[in-house]
């Protein structure tokens, strides 16, 4: 915003809300905000962005979020409902496929395999990804949720991965929900305390000892989203403005955390990587 | 220009259970002045700042 000439506290005044980790929070969330007559919503969340949808139907709401269409935010990507447009940062479900062979590149007879989602985004595992567990039965990869409680916070984290421990599990996805963002640190430890090589939607978690992230850039996404906003500000409408999808992904790998688990990335990807963290 | 409460701190407040904007809050139909909502599923609203993590950065500076 700044770079568009807005100063905050001087010509921006900026409302922050979060949900704290308890999704059951949304809905009166949502409502207060509408109710407080911002001239623009930004959502960081797509279950917090289908909230508001309803309320309102004159405030620009611009929204991050994994697959908008998927995720039921708009049904159009190019001309987005009413008052609402944003970006896409895990444009097509597909790359979860991607990440899961990248997985099982790097960890040899992959065969158990969780998928981290927070409890708010059972809908996501439910319809969005079914054809990454039809891809990883191909490969006789048992793949499921583990979903998070309601209430987000480090006891949650602890407790599935000692859930994952106990099943045996050999492998993990982290979805691209913003709680996870949030928690990047404390799941890249979890990781490593639980010797659980897992792949994830963004660099943010390998830059915290994360073993490989393959995924869009976050920091492009958000420029944009930052772009929109000040379009909406200077008059257009959200309906004009399509969903952003970034193209570019990049595959991030952490060889100093493989080694502590005991791995070594076959050449195959080294040799596709963007980044190598030694 | 009228100037709302200035609140403090992050505010949570025990009936909502969830996190109150964290700014100096002005009328926004002042004139030149724009006011916006960023909401967020689990970050604390001390974190949503330029000199937060690289999404608010890239939000709010850049």
Redesign the interface.
């Known amino acids: 915003m700044k770079r568009h000439g807005y100063v905050e506290r001087q010509n921006l005044l900026v409302d922050r809300y979060s949900a704290l980790g308890r999704s059951e929070h949304y809905g009166d969330l949502a409502r207060t905000i509408i109710a407080s007559h911002p001239d623009l919503i930004i959502s960081l969340s797509g279950p917090i962005a289908r909230q508001l949808k309803p309320l309102t139907t004159t405030i620009p709401i611009l929204v991050s979020s994994g697959d908008p269409v998927a995720g039921g935010v708009v049904t159009n990507l190019a001309k987005p409902d009413g008052n609402i447009t944003g970006v896409s940062v895990d444009a097509g479900l597909g790359v979860y496929d991607k990440r899961l062979q990248f997985l099982s590149e790097t960890v040899r007879n992959l065969r158990n395999v969780r998928v981290l989602i927070p409890s708010s985004a059972t809908m996501f595992w439910e319809t969005g990804l079914a054809p990454l567990r039809e891809a990883a039965g191909r490969v006789g990869i048992r793949i499921a949720a583990v979903l998070l409680s309601e209430k987000l916070d480090g006891a949650a984290y602890e407790r599935v991965f000692d859930e994952m421990e106990t099943d045996r599990v050999d492998g993990l996805m982290v979805a691209h929900q913003g709680e996870h963002l949030t928690n990047r640190q404390l799941i890249a430890d979890l990781a490593a305390k639980h010797r659980l090589p897992a792949v994830y939607p963004h660099r943010e978690f390998v830059d915290v000892g994360g073993l490989l992230s393959y995924g869009t850039d976050l920091g492009d996404a958000m420029l944009r989203l930052a772009d929109m906003t000040d379009q909406v500000m200077k008059g257009a409408k959200p309906a004009g403005i399509p969903f952003y999808q970034q193209i570019k992904f990049e595959l991030v790998l952490n060889r100093t955390t493989a080694k502590s688990l005991g791995l070594e990335f076959p050449v195959s990807l080294l040799a596709v990587a963007d980044e190598v963290i030694e | 220009m009228r100037q709302r409460e200035f609140i403090a701190g992050t505010a949570?407040t025990a009936a909502?259970?969830?996190?109150?904007?964290?700014?100096?809050?002005?009328d926004?139909r002042s004139p030149?002045?724009?006011?916006?909502?960023?909401?967020?599923?689990?970050?604390?609203?001390e974190?949503?700042t330029?000199n937060g993590?690289?999404?608010?950065?890239?939000?709010?500076?850049?």
Do not use: W
Request: charged share 20%.
């Open positions: 949570i909502l259970s969830f996190a109150k904007p964290v700014c100096a809050q002005t926004a030149g002045i724009k006011r916006i909502a960023i909401v967020h599923t689990a970050e604390k609203p974190g949503m330029i993590r690289l999404t608010f950065k890239a939000i709010l500076g850049s």
